[in-house]
């Protein structure tokens, strides 16, 4: 009975990333992924590179997916205007900005040199 639990959990899991695929931002980031998995397979990137780059692209959606829950249970919590909720929302949004910063700062590393290398010689 416990792996028709986990199933069900699964399945919850995954009703949860189609939830984060409704939201703009997350789309965003999808899109934004699959542009850095496709520059990936064109300058061919090593099996480091590639598990960095995944890396990346799998923090910034569990991130991204976190910030939207934190949002939805603060709409849930204080509908109102409330100064404390907008502090969490702020915190929650800035962790998502921190991430993708990140994210960019990474892909720039592994791009950048092969960019030059391999498209101006
Ligand atoms: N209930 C609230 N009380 C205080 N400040 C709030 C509240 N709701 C939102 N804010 C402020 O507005 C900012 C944006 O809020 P929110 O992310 O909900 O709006 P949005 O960007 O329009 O939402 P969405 O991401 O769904 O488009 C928050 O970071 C916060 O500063």
């Keep these: ?13 995954l009703a949860g990333i189609r939830i984060l695929l409704t939201e703009n931002n997350a789309q965003f980031h ?6 850095v998995v496709a520059a990936g397979f064109y300058f061919q ?32 919590v204080s509908p109102e205007y409330e100064q404390l909720i907008g502090k969490v929302k702020d915190l929650s949004a800035g962790a998502v900005l921190i991430m993708s910063i990140v994210a960019v700062i990474v892909g720039f590393i592994i791009f950048l040199p092969k960019l030059f290398t391999q498209t101006l010689f």
Excluded: H, P
Excluded at 30 to 35: D, E, K, M, P, Y
Excluded at 51 to 69: D, S
């Design 1 to 13: 009975m416990q792996i028709l639990k986990m199933l069900r959990s699964f399945r919850y899991a």
């Design 30 to 35: 999808v899109l934004a992924g699959v542009v």
């Design 45 to 76: 990137i090593s099996a480091n590179e590639w598990a960095i780059i995944i890396t990346q692209i799998g923090l910034v959606l569990v991130v991204e997916a976190l910030n939207t829950a934190i949002e939805k249970l603060c709409d849930f």
